[in-house]
């Protein structure tokens, strides 16, 4: 039977009726967080290669006490447990920077279960070594920025080893709603070191260093020791609560375009920094060369 051009325009309305139509601003909000992962998860990979370059470049080389030329007194020949504790902490750091953004890709979850399971095993109990290695250095030695660094990094370290607890507990015992929110709260934590030389390698080209001290103990220091990783939480939580109700189109706009803003900040920061501090020594230490 022949189809009429009255009849086929029928048929494809119907079609195109029986499709709900396509939300833009939340497709465009997922694609916008889709890049700021994406983006996240090259710089903070890059960091981690450049920490294990660096510091196990260092110790590989025989000389241990290139460490203080990052943060001065991280190296003491006669304080071998806080060395091993801070040697701790830097490894599991790196651990986490590469792995925590997979783990926020819902494909991953979906397509194979698995391997998130043991990625996320793998993530809380680095999280968890990273958080006691670091407390550990700090009961031991201290920081070098003295008593208000001491509580800061000391809060920071309590957070993680929390987070991480609490992210591996619910996984176990398949309370995923709850995992999933702890999980967001121990990625926004295991990226504070990170976003630390992030945050002052911003500001020594914008401010100069003001209010930084050779000894961590300047007003922008002071301020550093808790913004580096309490701010990251009060976004974690509004994304979690967000994720819990509708959001208007207008403001699932606005949301993409600070995603967008952010990524595209991030990933020209990343290639300033990997260009000016972090390239050079890990192409030492693959290569041979800067």
């Not at 926020?104 to 979906?110: C, D, I, N, P, T």
């Not at 001491?150 to 507990?169: C, D, E, I, K, R």
């Not at 990783?229 to 993409?256: D, S, T, W």
Request: glycine share 10%; with cysteine; charged share 10%.
């Amino acid at each position: 039977m022949e189809m009429t051009g009255v009849d086929y325009q029928k048929k494809t309305a119907a079609r195109a009726g029986s499709r709900p139509p396509t939300n833009y601003p939340r497709a465009t909000l997922r694609w916008a967080r889709f890049a700021l992962i994406a983006v996240v998860w090259i710089s903070a990979a890059t960091f981690g290669l450049y920490i294990v370059a660096f510091y196990a470049g260092a110790v590989s080389e025989g000389a241990p006490e290139r460490w203080n030329e990052a943060l001065p007194h991280l190296y003491e020949p006669n304080s071998l447990l806080a060395t091993i504790g801070i040697a701790v902490h830097f490894i599991a750091g790196a651990v986490l920077l590469a792995l925590g953004p997979i783990q926020l890709f819902g494909a991953l979850r979906v397509r194979w279960p698995a391997m998130h399971r043991w990625i996320g095993r793998l993530y809380g109990c680095t999280a968890l070594l990273a958080g006691l290695g670091g407390l550990a250095f700090i009961t031991i030695k201290g920081t070098i920025g003295g008593a208000v660094m001491n509580v800061g990094f000391s809060l920071y370290g309590a957070l993680m080893v929390g987070a991480s607890v609490a992210t591996v507990h619910h996984g176990r015992q398949r309370c995923f709603e709850q995992h999933r929110a702890w999980a967001v709260r121990l990625f926004a934590l295991a990226i504070g070191s990170w976003l630390y030389r992030m945050d002052y390698g911003f500001w020594r080209l914008v401010a100069h260093n003001a209010g930084h001290t050779h000894s961590f103990d300047g007003p922008f220091d002071i301020a550093m020791a808790f913004l580096f990783y309490i701010p990251n939480v009060i976004v974690a939580e509004a994304f979690i609560r967000g994720r819990q109700r509708r959001v208007h189109p207008v403001f699932q706009m606005i949301a993409a375009l600070c995603l967008v803003g952010v990524a595209a900040s991030l990933a020209f920061s990343t290639y300033i920094f990997t260009k000016l501090h972090w390239g050079s020594p890990i192409l030492y230490w693959l290569f041979g060369r800067a």
